[in-house]
């Protein structure tokens, strides 16, 4: 992991940030992955500002490894830090505000970390067939802790922490979902109508 520079304390217009942190007693200095949609900026913005921050980031593409490989630089880079760096800290203040960036909190190895966002990249839909997912789309993740939590916390190893940001009209609102099962398998292959009529609710899942 790259060496980063500690911040003391979180930012105070984060509302929930600190909060969720302190109720699950995570330590400042804890490991996490940083989740960043990449795409929603210009080309090369992201890793320009991730660069600006750390000179030495541990980073990757979260469609390595899938059947999207080859796509890989549309969609999110991941990057292996701590809550305390100022990259993590960053994130937190300004990606959070376009509901661009996911922290997943986790002492698992970077691929078996984010096991269950790559095996939920495709599913199929009953009426609709093979439907591209943004599993790490923050809309997304609010619906799902609403009304599907249990696919929710399929995406993450157990003790796992996932954090994502909600823009209410100007105020960021965090949330977060802890992983229960050991076994990462993601959201099921096969969805139902149901989730389908679940998804027309959240903009820009699929591409």
């Not at 599913?123 to 809309?139: A, I, K, M, N, T």
């Not at 940001?165 to 965090?174: K, Q, T």
């Amino acid at each position: 992991m790259s060496a980063t520079a500690p911040v003391t304390d979180m930012p105070e217009t984060i509302p929930g940030f600190q909060q969720i942190l302190e109720r699950q007693g995570i330590a400042s200095d804890q490991r996490c992955l940083l989740i960043i949609d990449a795409a929603r900026y210009e080309e090369g913005e992201v890793l320009r500002q991730i660069y600006t921050l750390d000179d030495d980031p541990d980073w990757l593409w979260l469609l390595d490894q899938t059947p999207f490989e080859r796509d890989r630089d549309a969609g999110p880079v991941v990057v292996d830090t701590t809550l305390d760096s100022m990259l993590a800290q960053d994130a937190a203040e300004k990606w959070a505000a376009d509901e661009a960036v996911l922290v997943l909190v986790s002492e698992r190895e970077p691929g078996a970390a984010l096991a269950g966002f790559r095996q939920s990249l495709l599913v199929q839909l009953e009426h609709y067939g093979p439907c591209f997912l943004r599993p790490y789309d923050s809309r997304f993740l609010a619906m799902m802790a609403e009304h599907r939590p249990e696919g929710l916390v399929s995406l993450i190893g157990k003790g796992d922490l996932l954090m994502w940001s909600i823009d209410g009209g100007g105020a960021i609102a965090w949330s977060s979902a802890v992983g229960i099962k050991t076994d990462v398998r993601g959201l099921n292959d096969a969805q139902d109508a149901s989730f389908e009529q679940l998804l027309t609710s959240v903009r820009g899942l699929s591409g």
